[in-house]
């Protein structure tokens, strides 16, 4: 039986003695101090109810006198009706002709007291027999219970001890108010089955219901017992499923001491969680409800557990602290005829029974003459009984069949035996369910036997489907109640809501909001952390639970679009995050347009350098027979110039959006556009040296340089740019692309140069014709001429390549449209540096200095160093 089966047997017996027919005998400690009720019948049920609420001794372990092991105090007449309705549903089966044809259940029913060891020791009483006159009883008379099942008991603690004790002898127990999930365990209880569905269907149900009103952070209290220990340690597990929290989960002992109490309200009262579940029965809340009322706690949201979401006893007492409160209750049902069963007792009746004279008296609160009742609570203060109280007029817990839910699973519990006898008596010879296909002997039924049908039982009960799982639990329904405050001032239970777990997960929970009544008037917060809106992600804090977060905002690029997202999610390549960050905008087009200050700005100085270099032009055609014209390779000149208004009019290829067609123009244009302005000026370069060679005695070095050779050496050069760009366009041209490199927020639109390798071998092959014309430039610029023109073309050479070394450091290091901006800014400098140096001068003479203007003054220098 194990040591705890031991210990009780030995606390409840003092004298075990085997007599010669083989029966127990064992003595009762001190007076019982309780009550018992039977009734004969074929089958005897036995019954344990909670009639009274139990009051410590403090001399229990004293040993001094006789110890005793109880004393039951406050009258329960709430229990009192559950008791009752077990004798109804009994009645009524007894004289129903469908169901257990001749055969008349009986009872035996005991007090447990609301305590473990009443309880233990009132089910070993029913399993041996009726105590007798000297203290003593039968245990298992000739090896057989008294009674073969207990309906039982009202607490998971107390039906755990009593199915420990009495589980070694097959006796099977049904509880109608033991809800723990412990109890499920088959391996450890066997023979135990209930009519009140497991608590880890309710935790379920509570995790749902704290999931629909967003409350995250939760504290659990309850007394230290198996009902709350499991209960809370399941709402832990399946919290923790569906990211709900536990801020605190508290046990005050069994033995209430104030500073435990204290302990416990201080932790509530400095949490942040306002949500809390309440998994314990009705009575154990009053000291911390009362301490609350002290401290005038009122903030909290209290979620009752099933034990006490539509207990009398708190209803009024504390209507202040627990208004709107919500919890589930077990399934209410419609007894017909047990409020008229509740209500037939006289007062000749309390003389009969000693429950019924305390039930009188606590109700009507008047004594009875030669009372039965010895729990007096008070009672010698009362005033006598008048014999007209009346039990059909009263309006008292006892009789009210408005909230029958415990009673209900009480009756549903009795009818659940009935159908199982009934099963039991219609088995068919040589077709039974036991060895060798036997059915059971009505008259020498065994419990284990019984239990066998019970676990197969299933039928209908006031409309109502019952059945049990493999674990002995009914079908799992709650309804959902909410504490509201009616017009004259006390509590009414309203059902706002169901949980039927039959239903499937999505649509098992219903809860109609509209009709809930909060405290406060609208649904109270209970979170860590405020939940984290769109734009921004929770980050978990270091060290605390996954509900205490901080919000961070997205990153650029990424975005959120929920609350509490856990984490940002990064915007597709052609989108970018608004300032927000709770959505993805299409990203801003950057490319170098004339609508920007900077493109119109560069367009104009293009427009502008083309408007001067014809100007120039025009310039020379009207003073082209000038000697200042004429000594300067006229020809040369006037290509020189068209071929810069070419790389004027280059920039304008690259403003605007960029396409395929673009920007294979844009560098074509380029490269030629300056290798034909490079390839005059290394002409003119060439025939300045070739011309002063010509002046020495027997040269003849023109005729080999003449206009055709200059203009062949001219687009020569050029059409060796032309094959580079050729080869370049035809293996790896440049083309438009969208790039997000540099800026992610804003797709620039580019040209890219397609080969790196054919982009700089145009740059370089510029360069080189630059290079060449500046060493032979150089070489001439002191060449004996009034006007050399070499010292020009040296000067515009040098700031050619200041510019483009310039250049190129300055385009690796920009991006978008400022890299378009550079290489325009090379290459209207570069073409502004030639058209100033070369003609600049020349233009200065033509306009200004027109007396310079003249053969004598041009050959000035060499007659001066004739004469000389």
Known sequence: MGYLNIILMIIICNNLMCTADGSLKCRILGNTNTYSLSERGDFILG?????????????????????KLSTCSEFSPRGFRWMQTMIFAISEINNRQD???????????????DHIATSTKSALIQLNGQEGEDGSFSCFAAGRPAVNMIIGDAGSSRSVAV??????????????????????????????????PSDAFQIKAIVKLVKHFKWTWVGAVGLDTDYARFGIQLFIEEAKQSDVCIAYAEFFPTTYTRERILEIVDVMKKSSANVVLGFTGEGDLVPILDEFRLQNITHIQWIASE?????TLLRNEYRELLTGSVGFAIRRGQIPGLKRFLTRLRQSDAYTSPFIAELWEEVFECKLNNSLNTHTHGAQSRKPCSGLESMETKVHIYTDDTQLRVSYNVYKAVYAIAHALHNMNSCIKNNGPFENNSCAEMKNIHPWQLYHYMRNVRFLTLGEEVSFDKNGDPIPSYDLINWQMGQDGSIEFVKVGYYDATLGTETELFINDSIIL?????????????????????TPRKGQPTCCFDCIPCADGEFSNQTDAVECLKCSLERWSNEAKDQCIPKSIEF?????????????????????????AAVFTIFRKTPIVRANNMELSFLLLLFLVLCFLCPLAFIGEPTTISCFMRHTLFGISFALCISCILGKTVVVVMAFRATLPGSNVMKWFGLAQQ???????????????????????PYAIQNTKYQSAKIILECSVGSNVGFWCVLGYIGFLASMCFIIAFLARKLPDNFNEAKFITFSMLIFFAVWITFIPAYVSTSGKYTVAVELFAILASAFGLLVCIFAPKCYIILLKPEKNTKKYMMGRNSHTTTK
């Not at 723990?180 to 391996?187: F, Q």
């Open 47 to 67: 019954g344990l109810f909670p009639l009274h609420f139990f009051k410590s001794v403090p001399d229990l372990l004293s040993f001094e006198v006789m110890p």
């Open 99 to 113: 169901l257990l044809q001749n055969i008349t259940l009986g009872y035996t029913i005991m007090d447990s007291c």
């Open 163 to 196: 199915l420990r004790t009495i589980g070694p002898f097959h006796i099977p127990l049904v509880s109608y108010f033991a809800s723990c999930s412990c109890l499920s365990d088959k391996k450890e209880f066997p023979y135990f089955m209930r009519t009140i």
């Open 307 to 311: 034990a006490w979401s539509t207990g």
């Open 518 to 538: 909060w405290r406060g008037g609208q649904v109270p917060k209970s979170v860590c952390s405020e939940s984290c809106n769109p734009g921004t992600r929770r």
């Open 592 to 616: 170098l347009s004339y609508q920007d200050l900077l493109g119109s700005t560069l367009a104009f100085i293009s427009i502008f350098g083309v408007c001067i270099t014809t100007a120039v």
């Open 711 to 733: 203009r062949a050496s001219v687009f020569l050069c050029t059409s060796i740019q032309i094959v580079i760009c050729i080869v370049w366009l035809t293996t790896s041209p």
